[in-house]
């Protein structure tokens, strides 16, 4: 119980809630409420932190999803400059997947850095925002394709690593937003020590 | 002419629950007494959520209590309404009251 509490704390501490709220819900959790109606607690507080910061700060929701999508657009310059370097699809050795797969990694952590970095008053809120844009736009982008192969994979075996590996590569790019978020906030973390060290020493 | 302050129907309830409970209104009691008087099933972030909008408005100021082990060292945030929070749920109760009079669908408890 106390992981999973210190789980809950740390989601609850990344979205500046109040840390009240924790200490009601293990409260609670004591006196004999179950894990799921702890976790469903922690769930609803979660996205009513969310949508809040999103709903007070509507704008700066729009720049994190614009800045999100610059971001990708230059990713895109890049990789379509850079692409008859790498090999392409239909299906990838695995060798060449791991790059492909580290790349994706990689420039996404940048793009998840760069909307935290730009939004440091509501970085999770904002970064959380336009990954659920950017999630929706790519698989919206290639929705004909991935119908098909899963329809196909359901009685096909042979296409069911065409549609693992999508499942992969999107799952890779939003652990590397993520990542970006969680490198952009450690930093800013780091800075606030020096800063409150410094005027302690004065 | 001064703003009017409203307050929507959550908001209400939850103003009410915190007059009901006085000093010892923090979130367990309130999501507790919530339940018990309205039969819903009220999820503690909607509460918190809640209060903190009504702390923005004026209508509740609150406090940091003690921390308890079983809190796991977490403090209790304690709830007031305050003087702007008490006239805004006469002005409300009052703003109902006329409009439930007269209404004749309403009266005799049956509908």
């Known amino acids: 119980m106390r992981t999973s509490h210190a789980i809950a704390l740390s989601l609850f501490d990344l979205l500046d809630l109040d840390v009240a709220l924790a200490g009601d819900l293990l409260e609670e959790r004591e006196r004999g409420c179950s894990a799921i109606w702890y976790w469903r607690q922690v769930l609803v507080a979660l996205w009513i932190g969310i949508w809040g910061a999103v709903r007070d700060h509507k704008v700066l929701a729009l720049r994190a999803v614009a800045t999100g999508f610059a971001m990708e657009y230059l990713v895109g310059v890049l990789w379509a400059n850079l692409s008859h370097l790498l090999p392409s699809r239909p299906m990838l050795s695995m060798s060449q997947w791991i790059m492909h797969l580290s790349l994706a990694l990689l420039t996404q952590t940048a793009t998840g850095w760069v909307v935290a970095r730009t939004h440091r008053a509501r970085q999770v809120p904002m970064v959380l925002v336009f990954l659920i844009f950017f999630s929706i736009w790519n698989v919206w982008g290639s929705w004909d394709w991935v119908r098909m192969v899963l329809v196909d994979s359901i009685d096909q075996p042979r296409f069911r690593p065409y549609f693992a590996q999508y499942l992969i590569t999107l799952f890779m790019m939003i652990v590397g937003i993520l990542l970006g978020c969680m490198l952009a906030r450690r930093r800013e973390d780091r800075h606030e020590n020096i800063s409150r060290d410094r005027s302690l020493s004065f | 002419m001064p703003k009017p302050n409203y307050l929507g129907e959550f908001e209400l309830v939850v103003m009410l629950t915190v007059i009901r409970l ?19 099933d009220v999820a503690f972030g909607t509460v918190y959520a809640t209060l903190e909008r009504l702390q923005k408005k004026g209508f509740v100021s609150s406090h940091l209590g003690e921390a308890t082990p079983e809190r796991g060292g977490r403090a209790k945030r304690y709830f007031r309404v305050t003087a702007t929070g008490l006239r805004t749920v006469r002005e409300t109760k009052q703003s109902l009251t006329r409009l439930w009079q007269g209404l004749r669908e309403l009266q005799g408890g049956t509908a």
């Open chain 2, 22 to 40: 006085g000093d010892g209104a923090y979130g367990v009691p309130v999501s507790r007494e919530i339940e018990q008087q309205t039969g819903r």
